[in-house]
């Protein structure tokens, strides 16, 4: 065999590995949208003068429920509060990991009684609870890859709060600049696809972000899934993956064919209606991390 043929075999040995993916089990906390409605404009995707459904919401939402339950996922609910229509988006309410949970504090009034009503539920459930000095919405704007958090900042969470995590968790913040305001959170425009972490873990959207945050992100994930506009315009990007089946809006078709090459399962949910309040499947779930 020629010095080619070896390393043919070596990248077919390597291709092969990457598409052997396995599920690991997850635990979720997720809030009916009992009281969704969009009655203020605090992101572009909210229109009050438009009409929303919210038993249309409750059917989509509780189609995401189901499939987490069908994946295997344990799912924890919080109950939904009366004037909070926004409460449906979990992600926003902490960041939890090694069981201990960093509140929110919301960027928005309309959003701030939320932060209490999910420290009150961690503390419940018997977590640490850590309350935040600086504004942060949450696994919204922080999304763990491996041993590193990355965190996003420019339009909701304040970068004063990514010190906060390094002092609470003890592991490397990595801050990344949304420039977009369509996508204001982090995980509008990046998504977690594997959480061990590696060249091609994760997928992003590349106009989001400043030159730096897109220059660290080619560094640091040189084989990562790029977006198309069309995919990004549904929150496709805003999924949630076992590392194996990754949960994804719908009408992201490029993205769930991107997954599929990379050997992942991608299940469609529609979410159209919580899309109404600039939110998707990842908006809706936060993850529980003992």
Known sequence: MTLIDDRETLLDADLQSLRQRSARQKTVLMTRPEHFTVSYRINPWMEPANPTDTSVALRQWQSL????????????????????????????????????????????????????????????????????????????DFLLVGETIFAGTGFRSDAASHAELRRIFDREVVTLNLVDPSFYHLDTAFAVLDDK???????????????????????????????????????????????????????????????????????????SELLLGGGGVKCCTLELRW
Do not use: C
């Open 197 to 271: 972490g590696g060249p091609a873990s994760v997928a992003y959207l590349p106009k989001a972000f400043d030159d730096a945050s897109r220059a660290l992100l080619e560094r640091r994930f040189p084989d990562a899934i790029l977006a198309t506009d069309a995919d990004a315009s549904v929150l496709g990007l805003n999924s949630f993956s076992d590392g194996q089946n990754v949960v994804i809006a719908s009408r992201a078709e490029t993205f769930a064919r991107d997954l599929e090459s990379r050997g992942y399962t991608p299940h469609g949910v529609d979410l």
């Open 65 to 140: 429920y189901d499939t987490y339950l069908r994946l295997g996922f344990h799912v924890e609910l919080i109950d939904p509060l009366a004037g909070l229509p926004d409460m449906v988006y979990a992600a926003n309410g902490g960041f939890v990991l090694d069981g201990i949970a960093y509140g929110a504090l919301f960027h928005y009034p309309e959003r701030g009684p939320e932060g209490p009503a999910y420290m009150d539920w961690f503390s419940s459930r018997g977590f640490r609870v850590v309350e935040p000095v600086s504004v942060n919405e949450g696994e919204g």
